[in-house]
């Protein structure tokens, strides 16, 4: 079974996935072995890997780095067409549906296409969503967007809606990495709602209490990368929370 069934098998049955967000420019290689143990420990789903810059060269590194110590699925999150490695298993194909900017719609995918055509990658295809959080982002700065206003869930909705229609697998709300405030439940369980498809939410998410308010307000897998690089125990604590939900449903 692959990713994108595993999450769509899981969605069925309500049971929420832990996806814990690697920026290869933020943390320190040193760093990776104590999250890669806690993860797996902890049964984590999935690693996320991206950053809206990545200045270093490290990717293909960190992967294989993490690939060597355990069998957590990798997902490229990439913040842009340089950002891609055949040692990942997947790649968020995201299209940046809040925003109005032509590149970040179709124009990057365009020329990424030939690449993950022949590339053993599982592409999952992704309606992203920037939601504001409070500050300006540097994913928004850098695609030149504006995100949906916070208060204005129907907007969030209507977007989410219109990215499944349009075929996209996934559907990721983000308030951005470090936001102040991150999304709202309400707006989350609007939009979960109104879909079919698996919700991702990420953004300032700090704590296991907000992880799990959120798994309860309908989203789907929970995406967690600041808090995590601050304090990795973090990892234990919001795995539980996320996993038990389900137990206590069954
Ligand atoms: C950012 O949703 C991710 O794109 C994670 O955000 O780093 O704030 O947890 P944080």
Known sequence: MNIYQQLIESKKVGQKKFAVLIDPDKLKVQDIDRIVRLAADAHVDYFLI??????NNMLDEILAKIKSQCTIP????????????????????????????ADLLIGKHVI?????????LEVMSTGYMLINGGAQTTVSYMSDTNPIP?????????TAMAGEMLGLKLIYMDAGSGAIHPIPEDMISLVS????????VGGGIRTPEKA????????????????????????TEMSI????YTKSKA
């Open 112 to 120: 990424t296409a030939p690449y993950l055509k022949v590339s053993p």
């Open 241 to 244: 929370a996320i996993h038990s």
């Open 74 to 101: 990798l997902i490229l999150f990439p913040g842009n067409s340089f950002q891609l490695s055949y040692r990942a298993d997947a790649i968020l194909f995201l299209s940046l549906i809040s925003g109005r900017n």
């Open 212 to 235: 799990r308010a959120n798994v309860e307000a309908g989203a789907d897998v929970i995406v967690v990368g600041n808090a995590i690089e601050k304090d990795p125990e973090l990892i």
């Open 150 to 158: 916070a208060n204005k869930s129907d907007i969030a909705l209507c």
């Open 193 to 200: 709602g109104g879909l079919q498809v698996p919700l991702l």
């Open 50 to 55: 991206g950053g809206s810059l990545i200045v």
